[in-house]
Structures are given as C-alpha cells and as structure tokens.
Nanobody, 121 residues
Framework: VQLQASGGGLVQPGGSLRLSCAAS????????MGWFRQAPGKEREFVAA????????YYDDSVKGRFTISRDNAKNTVYLQMNSLKPEDTAVYYC???????????????WGQGTLVTVSS
C-alpha cells in the first residue's frame, strides 16, 4: 500500500487547511486510517483516526473541536480538515493505515510521506 499525503502549506493563525491522503490500493477501505504529525525537534504524535466505514472517529485532545477526519472509500482517500489553526499546529503531517478496522493511536502498518503545515503570520 502506498499513501500519498498532500494539501500542506503556509497559513495564518486562525486559518484553515484540508489535507488529503490518497491510497494506491482499494484495500485501504477495510482498515482504519490515521493522521499523525511531527513538529521540529519533537516526536511524532497522534492527531486523529477514523474507522474503516467512517462511522467512528477519534481525536487527540489538542485538536478536538478544530480538526475533522473523514474518508471517501470510493476514492481511496482520507481527509483532515483543519480549522482555527494555531502556530503550535506547525508540523509535518503523515497519514497511515491501521492494521485493524477501528480507530486507535497504535498499530499502524503503512505510512505515507509527510506534508508540511506551517501556521505563521
């Protein structure tokens, strides 16, 4: 499975961005998907995850209420809508495929390359 993340860029504080993660194979529709991020000098951290059907989502407290994860299995694509962005959201964002079907922080088997999000005025 190959995962291709896109949609990063420079945005002012309070702004919005929508990240996309396109999968190379249809099998991604049977697995939960997640987004992670890694800020400069910090470890990679969990952001959000979504179940294989899209009916269950799970967020880190730091983004709850501001970010929304969704998926379109017909397009083999997962999205991360990011609103009310803060400078501390600046990081490289990665999408990943979970080994199972339910959203969680761990057990991710496949990772895409990252897309850089910079929140700055």
């Amino acid at each position: 499975v190959q995962l291709q993340a896109s949609g990063g860029g420079l945005v002012q504080p309070g702004g919005s961005l929508r990240l996309s993660c396109a999968a190379s194979r249809r099998t991604v529709s049977n697995n939960a998907m997640g987004w992670f991020r890694q800020a400069p000098g910090k470890e990679r951290e969990f952001v959000a995850a979504i179940s294989w059907r899209g009916g269950t989502t799970y967020y880190d407290d730091s983004v709850k209420g501001r970010f929304t994860i969704s998926r379109d299995n017909a397009k083999n694509t997962v999205y991360l809508q990011m609103n009310s962005l803060k400078p501390e959201d600046t990081a490289v964002y990665y999408c990943a495929q979970n080994r199972g079907s339910m959203p969680k922080r761990t057990e991710y088997a496949y990772w895409g390359q990252g897309t850089l999000v910079t929140v700055s005025s």
